[in-house]
């Protein structure tokens, strides 16, 4: 079974920033069916990404993503206020659909 | 106008059962595969359970495999989860997802509170 570790654990930065995060997995992910989901408290989940590189409906271009194999990163070219939140990426090729244990993006 | 109600959680005790419910509308939830999410207090997201959108497949977190089961009706718009000999690690809130991993939106559920306490 795949494993998804991300890094860093925490980003702070302020806004009109870059944010870069990181997720590696254990094993070659196939087809390269990797997710990636921004979750701020009391809210449910939303889809950002899907395939490594998509945007998901409606998600701003402010957002993209990239990677293959085993490195994926999100990069969030200027970060807006609302943006500050806990970020995961996560399987999506078949069961389990394993999440990574998440980055939180603060405010310096 | 999209909607996705979750019912269903409260507080139980251990080694008791529940069965949230997500009814759906305003968008054709017989075409989606649909999971329920979960997160516990302090912790990140963990996936929970997956069922095709046609009932042919069901998957399961190693965590629930045999003490939880998903299922639906697609007839009534509605995805369940019956939570079995429930445990204090089960206590999260539990979002349902109707998700496409494609061009189709997202839709979500805003989350219902399972307790598991003596």
């Known amino acids: 079974e795949i494993v998804l570790t991300q890094s860093p654990g925490t980003l702070s930065l302020s806004p009109g920033e870059r944010a870069t995060l990181s997720c590696r997995a254990s094993?070659?992910?196939?087809?390269?069916?990797l997710a990636w989901y921004q979750h701020k408290p009391g809210q449910a989940p939303r889809l950002l990404i899907y395939?490594?590189?998509s945007r998901a409906t409606g998600i701003p271009d402010r957002f993209s993503a990239s990677g293959s194999g085993t490195d994926f990163t999100l990069t969030i070219s200027r970060l807006e206020p609302e943006d500050f939140a806990v970020y995961y990426c996560?399987?999506?090729?078949?069961?389990?659909?394993?999440f990574g244990p998440g980055t939180k993006v603060d405010i310096k | 106008q999209v909607q996705m109600v979750e019912s269903g959680g409260g507080v139980v005790q251990p080694g008791g059962s529940l069965r949230l419910s997500c009814a759906a509308s305003?968008?054709?939830?017989?075409?989606?595969?649909m999971h329920w999410v979960r997160q516990a207090p302090g912790k990140g997201l963990e996936w929970v359970a997956f069922?095709?959108?046609?009932?042919?497949?069901?998957g399961y977190a190693d965590s629930v495999k045999g003490r939880f089961t998903i299922s639906r009706d697609n007839s009534k718009n509605t995805l369940y989860l019956q939570m079995n000999s429930l445990r204090p690690e089960d206590t999260a809130i539990y979002y349902c997802?109707?998700?496409?991993?494609?061009?189709?939106?997202?839709?979500w559920g805003q989350g219902t509170l399972v307790s598991v306490s003596s």
């Open positions: 997802g109707g998700i496409w991993f494609g061009p189709n939106p997202d839709y």
């Open positions: 305003g968008f054709t939830f017989s075409s989606y595969g």
């Open positions: 069922i095709r959108f046609d009932e042919s497949f069901k």
């Open positions: 094993q070659s992910v196939s087809g390269n069916y």
């Open positions: 395939g490594a590189s």
């Open positions: 996560q399987l999506h090729d078949w069961s389990p659909f394993t």
